[in-house]
């Protein structure tokens, strides 16, 4: 096979600049296997984060000739032919060479009002399978903060940070609001605090997400929409919920055996 060239970022919060490494390309190898070699042989100091190499962990996020992806996921033979690219996620501030600190994202992630169901009934609590369903999607984030990453209004916008939990807590919020036990009610928070105006559903950061969550269709819209009922006709919002409370009693209703 045809050498394969890369050029990786080295550096660390006082800057850096780029290396080129060229080596032997083997057959089946995803991103982080060159980096390792690259690691085995030329440069034993270069700084990468991973740990599953299965796509689980969400440690290996970078910038994949200006994309973000897994880099234990990404086939080097699915890239074009030429060099290859690889920076640390441009959003977070750099440790080193490829590694960021995403502390930001735990910091958002303690701002987000917990589950706070009634107490529990003598017959347990009582689940629909479409509600276990519908939270079911957001679950299966991996915490690899490319969506992140991504969003311009975190990444071009330093200033929003602070005011701006960003998709992957956005999937968060939605997931709690929607789910069937939960009593919190996290809008008002969301909408003066968490930013959640800020996101004009470009849907970016759907795009990149490995998991394939419908972070804009399935968590911002209805959470903009929950929001937006709240503010400006709570009259309606509450006959919404009032209807859909009464729908489902009579749907537990005809659940339960009769006495
Ligand atoms: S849809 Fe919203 S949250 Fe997602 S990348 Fe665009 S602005 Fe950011
Ligand atoms: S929502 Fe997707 S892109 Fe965002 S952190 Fe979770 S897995 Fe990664
Ligand atoms: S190493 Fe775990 S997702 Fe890549």
């Known amino acids: 096979m045809a050498d394969v060239t890369m050029r990786i970022w080295r550096g660390d919060a006082n800057g850096g600049?780029?290396?080129?490494?060229?080596?032997?390309?083997?057959?089946?190898?995803?991103?982080?296997?060159?980096?390792?070699?690259?690691?085995?042989?030329?440069?034993?100091?270069?700084?990468?984060?991973?740990?599953?190499?299965?796509?689980?962990?969400?440690?290996?996020?970078?910038?994949?000739?200006?994309?973000?992806?897994?880099?234990c996921m990404t086939r080097m033979d699915q890239l074009p032919e030429g060099e290859v690219t690889v920076t640390p996620m441009k959003t977070f501030p750099i440790i080193r060479d490829l590694v960021t600190d995403v502390?930001?994202?735990?910091?958002?992630?303690?701002?987000?009002?917990?589950?706070?169901?009634?107490?529990?009934?003598?017959?347990?609590?009582?689940?629909?399978?479409?509600?276990?369903?519908?939270?079911?999607?957001?679950?299966?984030?991996?915490?690899c903060f490319m969506c992140q990453d991504v969003c311009h209004v975190i990444r071009d916008h330093e200033e929003n940070k602070e005011h701006y939990s960003g998709p992957r807590f956005f999937i968060r919020y939605a997931?709690?609001?929607?789910?069937?036990?939960?009593?919190?009610?996290?809008?008002?928070?969301?909408?003066?605090?968490?930013?959640?105006?800020?996101?004009?559903?470009?849907?970016?950061?759907?795009?990149?997400?490995?998991?394939?969550?419908?972070?804009?269709?399935?968590?911002?819209?209805?959470?903009k929409e929950r929001v937006v009922d709240a503010a400006y006709d709570p009259v309606a919002w509450l006959g919404r919920k009032i209807r859909r409370k009464h729908n489902r009693t009579a749907d537990e209703a005809a659940v339960q055996p009769a006495p």
């Not at 701002?111 to 957001?138: I, N, T, W």
């Not at 008002?188 to 605090?193: G, K, M, N, S």
Request: aromatic letters at 6%.
């Open 17 to 71: 600049n780029f290396e080129t490494f060229t080596l032997a390309q083997n057959e089946g190898e995803v991103v982080l296997d060159v980096i390792h070699r690259i690691q085995a042989t030329e440069a034993p100091d270069l700084a990468c984060r991973w740990n599953c190499k299965a796509g689980k962990c969400g440690s290996c996020s970078a910038e994949i000739n200006g994309k973000p992806r897994l880099m």
């Open 103 to 143: 502390s930001f994202n735990y910091v958002q992630a303690q701002k987000v009002p917990a589950l706070l169901p009634p107490p529990m009934p003598e017959r347990g609590y009582v689940m629909f399978q479409e509600d276990v369903e519908r939270g079911q999607e957001f679950r299966k984030c991996i915490e």
């Open 175 to 223: 997931e709690l609001e929607m789910h069937p036990l939960d009593t919190n009610d996290r809008r008002h928070l969301l909408r003066e605090e968490m930013g959640l105006g800020y996101c004009n559903i470009t849907k970016c950061c759907t795009e990149v997400c490995p998991e394939h969550i419908h972070i804009t269709d399935n968590a911002i819209i209805p959470l």
